[in-house]
């Protein structure tokens, strides 16, 4: 009988160290240096950027898009779904608040995407739809559907938690990300809340660069 409790116990033992080991490598699995050794809220070491990902994206108005492609500006990144019922709208209308308060020269220098982690239901016409929504400029702001695969693989690589909830609805951290204009995380936080001063002053100290 002891015997048999240690031998179950053993197992129980070595199944939680597997799951935590797999838990563990599917999150860093395609994250690179740069994203590994950032903190959040900390700026991340310049080297690898996120625009060597070769995942192709499509927009909202139906064009495929690489990361690559983006260079040239610094950009503020976020993950969300159209159908969000409050955080991805609060999160956005605190982005527009942030842009709407910041020096114009810093403003003209900063451009924002939205990666939507539901490309099933998230169509181009439906991205559309919450762009029109939610007042988002077309000039400035770049709405971006994928495959699962590549929505994952992003998520893994900014450190972005996401899953589903009840119905339609994903439960989902509420990150932001800031890429300097080679696509290099310079700045991560969770949200915005009411004093976006430091993510502003972020991008103002990546555009004097």
């Known amino acids: 009988m002891v015997s048999a409790r240690c031998c179950m116990w053993g197992m129980l033992t070595s199944l939680l160290a597997l799951s935590v080991f797999t838990s563990t490598i599917d999150r860093h699995a395609y994250r690179p240096a740069i994203a590994r050794q950032a903190a959040l809220g900390d700026p991340a070491p310049s080297g690898e950027s996120l625009y060597q990902l070769g995942s192709v994206w499509t927009t909202d108005g139906g064009n495929q898009v690489r990361f690559g492609e983006l260079k040239g500006y610094t950009r503020v990144l976020a993950m969300m779904?159209?159908?969000?019922?409050?955080?991805?709208?609060?999160?956005?209308?605190?982005?527009?608040?942030?842009?709407?308060?910041?020096?114009?020269?810093?403003?003209?220098?900063?451009?924002?995407?939205?990666?939507?982690?539901?490309?099933?239901?998230?169509?181009?016409?439906?991205?559309?739809?919450?762009?029109?929504?939610?007042?988002?400029?077309?000039k400035r702001w770049l709405l971006l559907c994928g495959s699962a695969h590549d929505t994952q693989q992003l998520a893994a690589v900014l450190g972005f938690n996401y899953g589903k909830g009840d119905g339609r609805n994903y439960t989902h951290s509420n990150l932001v990300t800031i890429l300097d204009r080679e696509g290099a995380i310079v700045h991560q936080e969770i949200g915005l809340g009411n004093d976006a001063s430091r993510a502003a002053a972020v991008l103002e100290s990546a555009r004097m660069r």
Do not use: G, N, W
């Open 81 to 138: 779904f159209t159908h969000c019922p409050s955080l991805c709208p609060t999160l956005i209308r605190d982005l527009k608040a942030m842009d709407a308060a910041m020096p114009a020269k810093t403003r003209s220098a900063t451009r924002y995407v939205l990666v939507t982690i539901d490309p099933e239901h998230d169509t181009p016409t439906a991205l559309r739809e919450f762009r029109s929504r939610m007042q988002l400029d077309p």
